[in-house]
Each structure stands twice: as structure tokens, then as C-alpha cells.
């Protein structure tokens, strides 16, 4: 109930920045509501079910083409965002089945060359796909604070849709039957837990939001291209706002991401140059100091105090 | 003939495939962590020769210990001063921290050297030899025996010498060879370097062959997974075997199907191996 509550919340405080016209604001709101569809699409097999996917790409790509190819067709545009997510959803199904039979390193490497083969499939596709020149979306006819707005929205709206599928996994049988699997696996499956058909549906869970989101982001920007959707920074990304946020936690990967957006975002504006050590600056320091996430750390200290006190 | 021509090129490329993989191989086999640096790595020993030779005219062959010992100095104080930190962390952990610190190697390097691939072009190169319809490039050959006897070397350093066996010991149990009274941290520190030198090696001999570019660690990282997988982890004729095979298939893949599909052709090779057979064409049971 008190996690209905903050979504609730959340959503209506979020949903008011909507209302202001400032276009800079509205681009990092997007980003956000991105950012947290990621990292709580790869929380569901990353962290609550304990595989290292490094497909989150593979998705995000293949649902920013799938919409795309469609709308390329004359298709319109919500025909392209649906058909986006269902696309990435039953491919994860499909892969899932073969690769999460691997664990550890082998699963991660697997998951990896997934995004890469995918993006040269589309890049060497020309005739469907453009190659490397990319896709040009079709634009809209409104004024241009309006697009803003309506995109940052309904990223928004995907962004509330996978935190309420998320609360319903974490609270319910599936995300119980996750957190076995992350646990011990061998143990769940001699408890009888199913754990072929769970840590499948993990892994589509996690690609069926980000595919959608792809495909929003396709629209956004009117332009994709392989090295851009399929880039290897949409894997990381998320993976290190969930580490920031806390493994496996409800609303850590939200708060993970808004710390990263927070972090890049200034990041960019001040060391444009060299943005991607200063990023790998934070993510070693990330490991070595804060292993367990901010949330968890703030906890400890917290604790720390009052046991000082009492 | 036109098919031996082919099977010439890809073992040539093979050899140094074997080279590029051994050590990161190794030191996932020993030290369970993968190496996103080892690209990085290759690239830097590339570097270290082009400098070598437009500077002070040394050839690429003979810097190849200097390039492999820098870059093991490096590797070695990477990982006693950092990875060690995490060694006993889980796979994400380890995985994000090597991520990390190539980014910042990486872009180090784009800052350093520019993002532009460079050329090292021999004064005097060796030609090339032609025999029954077969040519192969002379400095080719060359570098693909270097590649095959420094690997070779390593394969008797860890037979032969007391530091090999006692990394071989930590390969197969880590708990085992710590009670025999094998300093595991050395070790696991010793055994990074290796991969370094290895990688600063293989660059240096890659220097004459490809364009030189930070843009290409990724490329020779993925060369890697895929040696790795194919031939077996964490053993020298597991490189050797890994490595031949991805150029033997890569050189019939791009004369066949057209070689933009190379990439897709290896990696699918990858999965389709981490699927069927997780221990290589050359592992053993249990050692996956």
C-alpha cells in the first residue's frame, strides 16, 4: 500500500513539471523517465533475479527499429511503440530460453553479443533498415514546447506503467520466485520452483519496457542509427544506476537514476572532453566505496548514529 | 587454390588471434575476472611501437618486450592496487569495475593519441612470398611466428617455471594451492601482468598489420570473447586452437557470405558455442 502511495505521489509531482514550458527541463525530465524505465527493466533480471544482463542495448535497439520499420510503413505511431515492446518481449523470451541456461561470465558475454550481432544485422539490412546512414522518423506537426511536453509524458506514463508492474512483481509470487533464483537456484528448483520459466520471464520483463522505451526515443529524436540505439553505454547505464540505487530494491533503481542523470548531466556540462573517464572515475569509485548502493549505505551510517547514541 | 589462399590467411590471422586472446584468457581462467581493459591494452602496446619506430627508428619486432613489460608494469599495479579490492566480489561487480577503468584508460588515450587511425608503414619492408599460387606478405608471416612463439613461451613458463605451476595450482583451486602455501594475491597480481605483457606484445605485432586507433579495443576485446569461448578458457593450446579456428572461419566467412558479416559470424559462433559446448573445442569437464 505505502508503495501504491509514493508511485501515487511521485507520478502527480512529476506529472506537474509537465505544465512548464521550458524545454531544457522537459529534455531532462525525458531522460530521466528513461533512465528509470531502464534500470527497473534490468532490475526485474539483474538484480532481483541475479543475472548480469548486458542486453538491456539489444532491446532498447530492437524496439527503436521494430517502431521505426513500422512507422516507415505508414503505420501509426502508437501501432509502432506496442508493436516495439511486443517484438522485444518475445525475442527476450526466445534468446532467454537457450542463454540463461549459462550463468555468470557466460550469461553476461552471451547477453552481450546479443546487442552486437543485432546491431550488424541492421546495419548491414540496407534495404529495411538504412545501414549506417540510420532512419529518419516522421515529425510531428506541433510547435516544438508541445512536442516536448507530450514526449516527456508519455515517457513519464511508461515510466509510472513498469514502477506499477514492478510493485506488483516485487510484492507477488513472481518476484518471490526471483528472489529464490538469486538466492540459490539449485535450492529453488529442488523446492519445486520453476526456475526455467521464471528467470525467463525475468529476462522478458526486462526487454519489454526498454523496447517500448527505444522506441519512444525514436521518436524524440526523429533520428536512430545502429551505433546510437545499439550502443553498449544502454547495457552499462542502467546497471550502474541500479548498483547506485540498491540491487534488487522496489524504488532503488529511481533513485539510482536520478543521482546518474544528476552526475552526467554535470559531468557533460563541465568536462565535455573527457566525460567518459570522469564517468569511469564514478563508476570505480562506485564499486569500491559504495558496493551495496546509496540507499543501503545511507541506512548503515544512519544506523551507525543512533547506536552511538543509544 | 583460390581455398588455400584463404586457409594461408586465416591461419596467419589466427596466430595473432591466439596471441590476443592468451592472456585474457588466462587471467579469466585464473583469476575468474573478465579483463574489459585487455583491448585497451593491445592498443596501448600498438601505440608504444608506432612511437618506438617514428621516433627512434626501432622495428616493431624488437619492441616487443618493451611494450610488454610496460604494460605489464601497469596491468601489474592496476591489479594490486585496485581489482584486488574486489577479487572475491560477484561477477557484476568485477565486470563494472574492469568497464570503468577502460573508460578511463580509453579516453586517456583518445585524448592523448586522437581518435584518427595511424598507419605504421615499414621503410623497408620484407616483401613477400609466392609459392604455387599462394602469397603471403612476408612481415605477416613474421609476426604471426613471433605471435605463436611468445605464446608458446607462455606455455612453457607455466609448465616449466615455479611461478607457471604455482598459477596453474591457483587455476584449479584457489583454497587448495592457498593451503600449499601459494601466495594467492601474488599470484593473482603476477598473472594480470602476464595478460598485459601478452596484450602490449600482440600489440606491438598487430602494429604493422591493422590501423591503429583507440576506436579498436572494442574490436579486439570481442576477438577475444570469442577465442576464449571457442577454443577453451584459461589454457595456452585453448588460445592456440580458439585462435586459429576464428581465422580460419573468419577468412572463409568473409570470402562466402561477404565480409560485413564477420562480426555476426563470430558472435553467433559464440553463443551457439556457450550454448552446445561451454567448454571450448580443448576444455576439460568442470572447468567451463
Not at chain 1, 570505480?284 to 545511507?298: D, E, I, W, Y
Not at chain 2, 596466430?15 to 590476443?20: E, T
Not at chain 2, 627512434?56 to 604494460?71: C, D, E, N, R, W
Request: proline share 3%; charged share 10%.
Amino acid at each position: 500500500m505505502r508503495d501504491w502511495l509514493i508511485l501515487g505521489v511521485g507520478t502527480l509531482l512529476f506529472g506537474l513539471l509537465a505544465l512548464s514550458g521550458d524545454t531544457y527541463l522537459l529534455r531532462l525530465g525525458t531522460m530521466l523517465a528513461m533512465y528509470a524505465v531502464l534500470a527497473m527493466s534490468w532490475n526485474f533480471i539483474g538484480g532481483m533475479t541475479g543475472y548480469p544482463s548486458f542486453a538491456t542495448a539489444a532491446f532498447f535497439g530492437l524496439g527503436a527499429y521494430t517502431s521505426a520499420i513500422l512507422q516507415a510503413a505508414q503505420m501509426p505511431m502508437a501501432v509502432g511503440w506496442a508493436a516495439a515492446g511486443l517484438v522485444a518481449g518475445g525475442f527476450a523470451l526466445l534468446i532467454g530460453l537457450p542463454i540463461l541456461r549459462l550463468k555468470g561470465h557466460y550469461f553476461a558475454i552471451a547477453s552481450l553479443s546479443i546487442g552486437e550481432i543485432l546491431r550488424e544485422v541492421v546495419n548491414t539490412s540496407e534495404e529495411i533498415t538504412g545501414g549506417g546512414m540510420g532512419m529518419n522518423l516522421p515529425l510531428l506537426r506541433l510547435p516544438p514546447e508541445v512536442q516536448a511536453q507530450a514526449f516527456y509524458l508519455c515517457m513519464l506514463g511508461l515510466a509510472v506503467l513498469t514502477t506499477a508492474v514492478a510493485i506488483l512483481v516485487h510484492h507477488g509470487r513472481l518476484g518471490f520466485a526471483f528472489r529464490c533464483i538469486e538466492q540459490n537456484e539449485d535450492a529453488a528448483t529442488v523446492l519445486g520452483v520453476d526456475t526455467r520459466t521464471f528467470k525467463t520471464a525475468a529476462f522478458g520483463l526486462s526487454a519489454v519496457f526498454s523496447g517500448v522505451a527505444g522506441a519512444i526515443y525514436g521518436n524524440w529524436v526523429h533520428y536512430i542509427e545502429p551505433l546510437d540505439v545499439f550502443d553498449i553505454m544502454h547495457s552499462v547505464k542502467p546497471l550502474v544506476m541500479v548498483l547506485l540505487g540498491g540491487l534488487g530494491t522496489l524504488f532503488g533503481p529511481i533513485f539510482g537514476a536520478i543521482v546518474f542523470l544528476a552526475l552526467e548531466e554535470a559531468v557533460w556540462r563541465n568536462f565535455l572532453g573527457v566525460h567518459a573517464a570522469v564517468l569511469g572515475v564514478l563508476i570505480v569509485a562506485m564499486v569500491l566505496f559504495l558496493p551495496r548502493g546509496l540507499a543501503t549505505s545511507f541506512e548503515q551510517i544512519a544506523r551507525r548514529f543512533r547506536g552511538k547514541a543509544a | 587454390m583460390i581455398y588455400l589462399q584463404i586457409l594461408a590467411n586465416g591461419l596467419a590471422l589466427g596466430g595473432l588471434y591466439a596471441c590476443i586472446a592468451v592472456g585474457f584468457s588466462l587471467v579469466w581462467g585464473v583469476l575468474n575476472v573478465i579483463n574489459l581493459l585487455h583491448g585497451s591494452m593491445i592498443v596501448l602496446g600498438s601505440y608504444i611501437a608506432l612511437f618506438a619506430y617514428t621516433t627512434f627508428g626501432i622495428h616493431p619486432f624488437l619492441t616487443v618486450p618493451i611494450a610488454g613489460g610496460i604494460v605489464f608494469a601497469l596491468t601489474y599495479a592496476l591489479q594490486r592496487g585496485i581489482i584486488n579490492r574486489v577479487i572475491a566480489a560477484p561477477v557484476l561487480m568485477t565486470l563494472t569495475l574492469t568497464f570503468g577503468l577502460d573508460l578511463i584508460f580509453n579516453n586517456a588515450m583518445l585524448t592523448a593519441f586522437k581518435a584518427d587511425y595511424r598507419k605504421l608503414i615499414l621503410e623497408n619492408p620484407l616483401g613477400s612470398w609466392s609459392f604455387s599460387g599462394v602469397t603471403l606478405p612476408v612481415d605477416r608471416i613474421a609476426a604471426m611466428a613471433l605471435a605463436m612463439l611468445l605464446t608458446l613461451m607462455l606455455f612453457r613458463l607455466l609448465k616449466d617455471s615455479r611461478i607457471g605451476r604455482a598459477i596453474v595450482a591457483v587455476r584449479m583451486d584457489r583454497d587448495a594451492a592457498a593451503l600449499m602455501g601459494v601466495d594467492v594475491m601474488k599470484i593473482n597480481a603476477i598473472t594480470f601482468g602476464i595478460g598485459g605483457f601478452m596484450a602490449g606484445a600482440a600489440g606491438c605485432l598487430l602494429s604493422i598489420i591493422f590501423p591503429i586507433s583507440p576506436l579498436n579495443s572494442t574490436v579486439y576485446l570481442g576477438k577475444s570473447f570469442v577465442v576464449c569461448v571457442l577454443g577453451g578458457l584459461g589454457s595456452v593450446p585453448g588460445a592456440i586452437v580458439g585462435g586459429l579456428a576464428l581465422g580460419i572461419i573468419e577468412s572463409f566467412g568473409a570470402f562466402f557470405l561477404g565480409p560485413e558479416h564477420a562480426v555476426t559470424l563470430a558472435f553467433s559462433l559464440l553463443i551457439v558455442f556457450l550454448i552446445v559446448r561451454p567448454t571450448g573445442l580443448l576444455g576439460k569437464k568442470g572447468y567451463e
